[in-house]
């Protein structure tokens, strides 16, 4: 029969003992992690968020609480008092190891049956398993941690931007669906039968509208929903660190985020970041890095071969270059050893980003290569001169469009960089992207869509093109990105009225789909509108990065899986037909594909 806790106040946390302690009668409530039972003497480890201590209950332990302590099992629920003394025999690797509680009062307020997988650090268990009793995956040292790193960082965040003036605002989760880019998640209501709520991918049109309200500096821990595929570092609700300030340009928003990057990698990491930090314009970081997060931990960047090679025997290179596409290629330092089933699976990896082959060559005596043949010595010399190798380095090329050249570089540079183990995992190099293209032209839509969102401020010299060349017209857009991931992205917003018209208008909105759409926040922008920008933070990317991790799921304490569904609790799930009816909805079975719909 489970006890309670009457008579009993925990004293303090497992870890917090020490040495010092020795002497004293605390009280400890807890998880039992492990029981030894070696006759004479029982042990328990005692584990609660803090750490671990351990127990024993010796021939100086009252009968009842020895008889409890030999029938506790693993993930027992227990309370226990008595004094701390000094271990026989310490365990260094624990950080209470010298010390133990002699019990004296011994209560177990709850059992446990046996769980599916053990309570402990780097669990071998499969991730579904983890994820359908997430309470007990929660229990685990290594995910007490990485949720009490996420604590930290909010708590940093909240700290620094009230120092800083910023107002912490909170916007409505019951919004109205403005679709453009992902696709909302929709709330029927029950008042206005066959109406919708959406949840809010953003806050974004509300901080504007706060900025337009005169607060001038608006700071948000908000939650956020987007329904679209998931990968390792996106859910379908995520949360956001949002920001908005006014009267400011690009440069003020990256100073004050600088500012917080700068305490935040202090506190968290212990390391000083100098500041200003690099930038890169779009354009650069694609030309050099094939992306637009790049990585900066390595070296490997790309080199344009086209020119070297425009003349050449071998008709791949030839034709790319003459027809409007490219030849780029990266040194893999020392890569002359890789051998070629390594280099035939890295063929492979950059045809799953549309590139047709890769081609390869060895600085060695003699040269090595799938187009050496078609090389003399002086252009091999060019080729390695151009990309900066050395003897013994391997040198691979794509040659195709530029868009599908600079993303298979991009991603082989990691993946090579990732094989051979040239990421340092201690390294932290942040930077910003700036400059990108206000506009992208979608094929499947057949009309430009905007890259960040429609209320990007364009280049100021660049508004001219709008009329003539809006492919080429740049943001006051800009992205914060750590170690090959954006970690944040931001913009200044366009707050003159017939800018905004002609940005809708390139995008294909009528000024009625306009009005439809946004009509409350243009509404508004007829009341005086300042300057403003700002910058939101993926939360959940950040505590993944600086908790160097690689899954987000990681740092979420309930996450969804792959096709946004909840192991744990099996949602989504069905509802009732009253609670249908009282919204107005009906299930309609479409059962020549097998799914239902709304």
């Not at 453009?180 to 974004?204: H, I, K, M, T, W």
């Not at 990691?414 to 700036?434: K, N, Y």
């Not at 400059?435 to 057949?446: H, I, K, N, S, T």
């Not at 690689?550 to 304490?557: C, G, Q």
Request: aromatic share 8%; hydrophobic share 40%; charged share 30%.
């Amino acid at each position: 029969m489970a006890e309670n806790i009457v008579g009993l106040k925990r004293t303090c946390m497992c870890a917090q003992l020490t040495e010092r302690d020795i002497g004293k009668t605390v009280t400890l409530m807890g998880w039992c992690h492990r029981q030894r039972d070696l006759g004479g003497l029982v042990f328990l480890l005692l584990r609660d968020r803090s750490g671990e201590i351990q127990l024993v209950a010796d021939e100086a332990t009252p009968a009842d609480a020895r008889e409890k302590a030999i029938r506790t099992r693993s993930e027992f629920v227990l309370a226990a008092s008595g004094v701390v003394a000094r271990r026989a025999a310490p365990n260094p690797d624990m950080p209470t190891g010298g010390i133990e509680v002699s019990i004296r009062e011994l209560r177990i307020l709850s059992e446990s049956q046996t769980p599916p997988f053990y309570i402990e650090e780097d669990v071998k268990a499969n991730e579904p398993l983890r994820l359908k009793y997430r309470y007990l995956d929660l229990r685990r040292p290594d995910m007490q941690r990485n949720l009490m790193l996420r604590h930290r960082i909010t708590r940093i965040t909240r700290d620094h931007f009230d120092h800083a003036g910023f107002l912490e605002i909170e916007t409505p989760m019951l919004i109205r669906s403005t679709p453009e880019g992902a696709r909302d998640y929709l709330v029927p209501s029950r008042v206005f039968n066959g109406r919708f709520f959406a949840l809010p991918q953003s806050p974004q049109l509300f901080k504007q509208l706060l900025m337009v309200a005169g607060y001038d500096r608006y700071m948000q821990i908000v939650r956020c929903f987007r329904d679209e595929d998931l990968r390792a570092d996106r859910q379908p609700e995520f949360t956001q660190i949002d920001l908005e300030m006014s009267f400011v340009d690009a440069d003020d928003v990256m100073a004050a985020n600088e500012a917080y990057l700068k305490r935040l990698f202090r506190e968290i990491l212990d390391l000083e970041i100098e500041l200003p930090l690099p930038r890169l314009t779009y354009r650069e970081a694609m030309e050099r890095f094939g992306s637009d997060k790049p990585d900066l931990r390595f070296g490997m960047e790309l080199h344009d071969l086209s020119e070297l090679v425009a003349d050449s025997t071998f008709s791949v290179f030839r034709t790319a270059v003459e027809t409007g596409g490219c030849v780029r290629g990266i040194a893999v330092p020392g890569g002359a050893t890789m051998t070629r089933k390594e280099i035939d699976s890295l063929t492979e990896y950059v045809k799953t980003y549309r590139a047709k082959g890769l081609a390869w060559l060895t600085l060695e005596t003699p040269a090595r290569g799938s187009i050496v043949k078609f090389m003399d010595e002086s252009l091999i010399a060019s080729i390695r001169d151009r990309c900066g190798a050395d003897s013994g380095d391997l040198i691979l090329m794509v040659a195709d469009s530029t868009a599908v050249t600079l993303d298979a570089l991009g991603a082989l540079r990691c993946e090579v960089a990732r094989r051979r183990g040239m990421i340092d995992p201690t390294l932290f190099r942040p930077l910003w992207v700036t400059e990108f293209p206000l506009l992208e032209y979608d094929d499947e839509a057949g009309r430009y869509v905007a890259k960040h969102h429609p209320f990007t401020a364009p280049m100021d010299e660049d508004i001219p093109l709008m009329d003539t060349d809006p492919a080429a017209v740049r943001a006051k857009a800009y992205d914060i990105v750590l170690n090959g991931t954006e970690m944040g992205g931001g913009s200044i917003r366009i707050h003159d009225s017939a800018l905004q018209a002609k940005l809708f208008s390139l995008i294909g909105f009528t000024r009625e789909e306009a009005e439809t759409r946004f009509g409350f926040l243009l509404e508004a922008f007829r009341y005086g509108v300042p300057p403003h920008g700002g910058l939101a933070y993926g939360l959940d990317r950040m505590v993944m990065l600086l908790g160097g991790l690689d899954n987000i799921r990681e740092v979420i304490a309930f996450p969804k899986v792959q096709n946004s569904s909840d192991l744990m609790t099996d949602a989504p799930g069905d509802v009732d037909e009253k609670q249908l009816e009282e919204l107005g909805l009906m299930i309609r079975s479409d059962k020549a594909n097998g799914r239902v719909e709304e």
